[in-house]
Every structure is written in structure tokens, then in C-alpha cells.
């Protein structure tokens, strides 16, 4: 079992920016993939960020340019640092911690709210 604590959501004006963070704790395997995804209202949850635990990271097209993920693997901690914070970035974000080891470990925080204001 693998607990995900995100932290950082919070209201900003258009043009700001955020850092969220996700720590896992648990049966974290070493090899894994953890990330960001998002769920607006009335839309269906999407690809935000993800990073492997050997640090290639991979970015929805929404985020190339904005948005940077990184992790600390000694804190098994995952970051989404976002800037030029748009309206259309409004929404719930999820943490999601992924490994196989015999089969598919897909974990998932409780979301932290992200609002951006006009």
C-alpha cells in the first residue's frame, strides 16, 4: 500500500504561479513513475506531468513551457512547480505514484484544488 500527501493548492491570479508537492510513504518500490494529473469540473481527468524515479519527465502540451515536475527520490517526494498560471489551469490535481512489480501498484492522492482568477 503507498499513502500520497499533496500540498500547495491555492488560489492566484492569472500570470502567477504555484508549487504543489506529493510525499509518498509506504511499500515504495524503487523503480517507479509518479506524477500530476488534473480533473476540472464537468471534464475528465487528464495528464499533467509524470517523472520516472530515474528523472526523465514527460509533459502534457498544456504544460510544456510553464509547468516544470521534479522529485527528491530520498523523500520519495514528487514537485509541479507552475508558472504563467492561466484561468483554464483551474482544477483539482491529483498525485499519482505507479510501479510494476509483478502486476500494476496505481496509487492516488486525495487532490489538492488549484483556482486561477482573471
Known amino acids: 500500500q503507498v499513502q500520497l500527501v499533496e500540498s500547495g493548492g491555492d488560489l492566484v491570479q492569472a500570470g502567477g504561479s504555484l508549487r504543489l508537492s506529493c510525499a509518498a510513504s509506504?511499500?515504495?518500490?524503487?523503480?517507479?513513475?509518479m506524477g500530476w494529473y488534473r480533473q476540472a469540473p464537468g471534464r475528465e481527468r487528464e495528464l499533467v506531468a509524470t517523472?520516472?524515479?530515474?528523472?526523465?519527465?514527460n509533459y502534457a502540451d498544456s504544460a510544456k513551457g510553464r509547468f516544470t515536475i521534479s522529485r527528491d527520490n530520498a523523500k520519495n517526494t514528487v514537485y509541479l512547480q507552475m508558472t504563467s498560471l492561466k484561468p483554464e489551469d483551474t482544477a483539482v490535481y491529483y498525485c499519482?505514484?505507479?510501479?510494476?512489480?509483478?502486476?500494476?501498484?496505481?496509487?492516488w492522492g486525495q487532490g489538492t484544488q488549484v483556482t486561477v482568477s482573471s
Open positions: 517523472i520516472t524515479s530515474s528523472g526523465s519527465p
Open positions: 509506504g511499500n515504495i518500490f524503487r523503480v517507479n513513475i
Open positions: 499519482n505514484y505507479r510501479a510494476y512489480s509483478g502486476g500494476l501498484y496505481n496509487y
